[in-house]
């Protein structure tokens, strides 16, 4: 009965602690700006990316890049509910999540003026191997939960994270890459975006 009232006793503590950090609106790097609904610049795609974090309580930012190109792009620095967008070409464009030293990728070809959302989900029990979390992209005919309103934006103090970080992005960006070939296609299938994906 001590063992179960105990073990009671830290689901509510975590319940807790997961009530009180969801929904930041500001972190170190980002605040969160209501500005109305973020649409597509001239001529490009835009992507929402959301950090889910109804679940469990949380204490790093989720770091997502952009790894296109040699140089990977800080997209954005998020705590629970956070939300970032980021304007890009048309054409294909790589992501990836890194946090706890863990890594996921997603993999997409993008239109212009068209939005794409992407859910970054709690990878609980390993669903998804070992990342903390994991991209889940909503896919054209689904309902879509998510919205493009209350975007967080960099502060002054995100460059110098940026900087100071893209050693460790680019070890994340090879290992995501190392990670994509051992995927079944089935797996690649889900990890990948597709031009009629975008609203």
């Known amino acids: ?103 996921q990728i997603l993999r997409t070809t993008v239109v212009e003026n068209k939005t794409y959302f992407v859910a970054l989900d709690q990878n609980q029990w390993g669903t998804y191997g070992p990342a903390v979390y994991t991209f889940r992209p909503v896919r054209a005919g689904e309902e879509n939960p998510m919205d493009a309103k209350h975007i967080g934006t960099f502060n002054d103090n995100a460059k110098a994270w940026e900087q100071s970080s893209l050693t460790s992005a680019k070890q994340h960006k090879e290992k995501a890459y190392l990670q994509w070939e051992t995927y079944s296609d089935e797996e690649k299938a889900f990890f990948t975006m597709l031009p009629e994906d975008g609203r």
């Open 1 to 103: 009965m001590k063992i179960f009232a105990s073990k009671l006793l830290l689901l509510l503590i975590a319940f807790q602690v997961s009530a009180c950090t969801s929904f930041k609106t500001s972190n170190g790097y980002m605040r969160v700006r209501d500005e109305g609904v973020a649409i597509p610049e001239p001529g490009h795609a835009l992507f929402i990316f959301e950090r889910d974090n109804a679940r469990v309580a949380e204490f790093s930012a989720l770091n997502l890049w952009e790894i296109t190109g040699d140089e990977p792009k800080l997209v954005g620095l998020l705590h629970g509910t956070m939300k970032a967008a980021w304007n890009v070409e048309p054409g294909e464009h790589d992501f990836i999540i890194a946090l706890a030293g863990k890594t």
